[in-house]
């Protein structure tokens, strides 16, 4: 849906304060507007009865809460996984999962609708870029989140992580992006710690360098998915532009600055990155080998590929993916394999890309 109207969840609270004021509203009035959209995850301006009806009204007939509109839901995984398929405009898609697991859930939010990072296995890039979607609109996917999470009985506080690994790069619409870590962090609102920020990059080095300066501490991943230039460069694309041996430095100003670990995220691609040499590579990049300045404070995540239509790969086999792990656990570096969710839904890693929206 498209509006020129105010978007609520776009605003600030020193921005609600002046629109509110301009109303000629009390100060305090701003502030139960704040709670009601971040506390209470209230989506409908009739259902906030501690004001007025006359404000009330006046919400609902002059500002948005939600411009995102909710299109499809599915659900897989026995329940615990559930994707929903927002449209921008009746026809620009914005995908968002929710995981439910045993002691926490997370959210996986899109900050793009499409990509231009054109990863060679990724669903996403396949549909290529749309449009930079604004702070609002990712905190309507966690707020979505947060609303399902409530539903299920578990408390409106319960969404325990936010990962930015949904459709697009964030690095390349910054600016929204952090805006949405900032109002969702604000201890005033839907207060969620740092630390239960994930921020997934290709390998944006001046993204990096970025938030490295940040001070909020959320936590990085870096798409890597091969060791050496040549192989990247087919599988990432942008890594001819930001190649290994930059993205490692990158690295270690962010790691030396923050003094937080680093993931990189390895997709297992049958016959492609998953060889026993392969994880030699990344074991001795991990080491500190290739650079000779030590071991870089970081965690490798294998993520079994999950089937893109089209797509020329096959996932690697069971057996690989653990002689890869234990080529890398051998050479003490920290690693594990993902958990496989979503996939019966299109809803996991490297597989949003519009849902029926495409048919």
């Not at 996403?124 to 999470?149: C, D, P, Y």
């Not at 192989?231 to 990432?236: C, D, F, H, I, Q």
Request: hydrophobic share 40%; proline share 5%.
């Amino acid at each position: 849906m498209k509006s020129d109207r105010p978007a609520l969840l776009d605003m600030t609270l020193p921005e609600l304060q002046a629109l509110l004021a301009g109303w000629g509203e009390k100060p305090f009035r701003a502030r139960q507007l704040y709670e009601q959209l971040y506390t209470h995850l209230q989506t409908d301006p009739a259902a906030m009865t501690n004001f007025s009806v006359a404000l009330r009204q006046r919400l609902a007939a002059e500002t948005d809460i939600q411009t995102l509109e909710l299109v499809e839901q599915h659900s897989g995984d026995g329940g615990k996984t559930r994707k929903a398929l927002f449209t921008i405009s009746n026809a620009i898609p914005v995908e968002a999962v929710l995981m439910i697991y045993a002691d926490r859930s997370t959210v996986c939010v899109s900050t793009q609708s499409g990509c231009a990072m054109n990863c060679s296995f990724c669903a996403t890039g396949k549909i290529g870029f749309r449009l930079n979607l604004t702070a609002g609109q990712m905190i309507e996917q966690v707020l979505w989140a947060a609303r399902e999470v409530r539903e299920l009985g578990a408390g409106s506080r319960a969404l325990s992580n936010v990962v930015f690994m949904g459709m697009g790069e964030p690095f390349n619409n910054y600016d929204h992006w952090w805006a949405a870590v900032e109002r969702l962090h604000d201890p005033q609102g839907f207060n969620m710690g740092a630390r239960s920020f994930t921020v997934s990059t290709v390998g944006l080095v001046p993204g990096i360098r970025r938030l490295a300066d940040e001070l909020l501490p959320i936590n990085l991943a870096i798409s890597l998915h091969a060791a050496d230039d040549e192989l990247r460069n087919k599988l990432v694309p942008v890594n001819r532009k930001h190649p290994i041996a930059h993205l490692v430095e990158a690295v270690r100003d962010y790691t030396d600055k923050t003094h937080r670990r680093v993931s990189f995220e390895y997709v297992l691609l049958k016959d492609v990155n998953d060889s026993v040499a392969q994880a030699e590579s990344l074991a001795r990049l991990c080491r500190g080998e290739t650079d000779r300045k030590g071991p870089l404070l970081c965690h490798v995540n294998l993520i079994p590929w999950n089937p893109v239509p089209g797509a020329p790969l096959s996932p690697s086999d069971r057996k690989r993916v653990l002689d890869f792990q234990r080529v890398l656990e051998n050479r003490r570096v920290p690693c594990t394999v993902r958990v496989q969710r979503g996939v019966d839904i299109a809803a996991a890693c490297g597989q949003l890309a519009g849902g029926s929206l495409k048919d």
